[in-house]
């Protein structure tokens, strides 16, 4: 009995967190990842050298916007999966759509460049760095959105250090962009979603670790 007075007295007093909480302490993760991550890529990988030319192209825009919405289907998927029941179904749609999409574009690109071309159209010239620099600049929204989330009571841990990853992978990607010179479909399609996936498994194997109640 008196168990039960203790925990009827205290769930008394608990009142519900503002509804906007975990959205808007995820979107400062992203503010500050992506700031960090904007800051390794101007002190370490350094800035494309035809940067200014390039933002006045259609295929930059497209990149960006592929990152971007990678970034948003695993905000979407952070912000369900910090609550105890939420379900990451809309963000897993999201991602898939916009994977589908470039599919369609870059498959279509790649059917009507010669053959003999095709090669350097799906490797470009830095496919064996890419994904390990999303990778890289995707550690610090991570971290931030890992220790988020924990304040708030996920219960699928694994899923939920997933969606951290997918969205930092996003944030990263999208500031990579800033740095890569590609801008093949195929190429963003192979070497940008697998940085992304990198990131995503990265945050599953951190996330039971991380995110686990202590």
Known sequence: METERLIDSLAANLTPAPSRQVSRRIVMTALVGAAAALVAVL????????????????????????????????????????????????????????????????????????PAERMALWLGQSWRRCPFYILALSIPTLALALLTMRRFAPTRLGAAGAAAGLFAGGVAATVYGLHCGETSPIFLLTWYSLGVALSTALGALLGPWALRWR
């Open 43 to 114: 002190f370490w990988l350094g800035l494309r050298s035809d940067l200014m030319i390039a933002v006045g192209g259609r295929m930059f825009w497209m990149k960006a916007a592929y990152a971007a919405i990678l970034g948003v289907a695993g905000f979407a998927c952070a912000e369900r999966l910090a609550r105890p029941t939420g379900s990451a179904r809309g963000g897993l749609l999201l991602a898939v759509a916009a994977l589908g999409v470039l599919a369609v574009i870059g498959l279509t690109m790649m059917m009507m460049t010669p």
